[in-house]
């Protein structure tokens, strides 16, 4: 028999386990249905962000704008249908806003070699920008009964699952498909693992990058419909929350490391429960906002610290102006 090794993934679940059983004894309210049905909700949409932001880590990058990829198409989307646009009219602008927009990224750190913490926080600040500038006349807009055909995506269930979570299992299947079965989720990881050696043995280095912010994009959005459709509504201030955090939190506690070249959807899986979970239980309990951004700093401080010991970077695999 294999010997039994304690890897991070397994750790973050035994914790996951024992936070979870610990509040559902000790916590009033946290194993009601109501309140595991938010969690489930909430923690699915954090998920599908999850998925976006791994592949792009385990590309050797990390994308600050996703948060605004989740606000701004969406609400578009909501905006041009409730200014009297049709939906095929409204979803095909934010398509297009949303493809500009992830190739721009893409395009910026994979031929101008900008880093990507910078692009993304640039392109991120100038997104949500643009939306408040231009597109919505509030700051919450409102589902309109037009795009009630395309609520099926946040709301309801299937086979007694709500439906934001049957999306992020839908993500979580395509995303391992990518990753594990086709050519082009190898090169990502051969991308993550050492740039200049998957270069030099001729993988097309550059259009990988590209193609990773694309999807980065692409799932940021989606999430904004799911969460549009399943609170009826798009918070478009979003983007000032600490959200982008939360999905980083995710990934790295997760063990997917920021060295680039492992991890997978398994590990979103086990962060993103932990990560949720953690965040329900401080809400009932009643601890400021401000308490809650201490305490995710604090374990996102100790997160990359675990990261950086177990993952070192070398010679052969540092980069220079990397992440």
Request: charged share 10%; glycine share 10%.
């Amino acid at each position: 028999m294999k010997k039994f090794r304690f890897t991070q993934e397994r750790i973050v679940f035994a914790i996951f386990v024992a936070l979870f059983i610990c509040l559902s004894v000790f916590l009033d309210g946290f194993f009601r249905f109501d309140n595991l049905l938010t969690l489930v909700q909430n923690v699915a949409i954090l998920g599908i962000l999850g998925l976006g932001m791994s592949v792009v880590v385990i590309g050797r990058g990390i994308d600050i704008s996703m948060i605004a990829a989740l606000a701004v198409p969406p609400g578009l989307v909501l905006q041009m249908v409730q200014d009297g646009h049709s939906p095929a009219t409204a979803c095909c602008a934010a398509l297009a806003l949303v493809l500009v927009f992830g190739l721009v990224n893409g395009w910026l750190i994979a031929y101008a070699e900008v880093p990507s913490l910078f692009v993304t926080l640039a392109s991120g600040l100038f997104l949500a920008g643009l939306g408040q500038v231009a597109f919505f006349q509030l700051d919450v807009v409102q589902w309109p009964a037009e795009l009630d055909s395309l609520a099926w995506f946040g709301r309801g269930t299937l086979a007694g699952a709500p439906m934001p979570v049957v999306m992020f299992a839908l993500a979580a299947f395509g995303m391992t498909v990518f990753l594990r079965r086709l050519c082009l989720g190898s090169f990502v990881y051969a991308q993550g693992d050492n740039p200049l050696a998957a270069r030099a043995t001729g993988l097309p280095s550059r259009p990988v990058i590209l193609l990773q912010y694309l999807a980065s994009a692409l799932i940021g959005a989606f999430a904004g419909m799911v969460m549009a459709a399943s609170v009826n509504s798009m918070p478009t201030r979003v983007y000032n929350s600490t959200m982008v955090y939360d999905v980083v939190l995710v990934v790295v506690l997760g063990g997917i490391g920021l060295s680039g070249g492992r991890g997978g959807v398994g590990n979103v899986v086990i962060g993103m429960l932990l990560i949720g979970t953690m965040l329900n239980g401080l809400t009932i309990m009643d601890i400021s906002y401000s308490a809650q951004n201490i305490i995710k700093g604090v374990i996102l401080l100790a997160a990359i610290l675990i990261d950086t010991i177990l993952n070192p970077r070398n010679e052969e695999t540092a980069q220079q102006g990397d992440i």
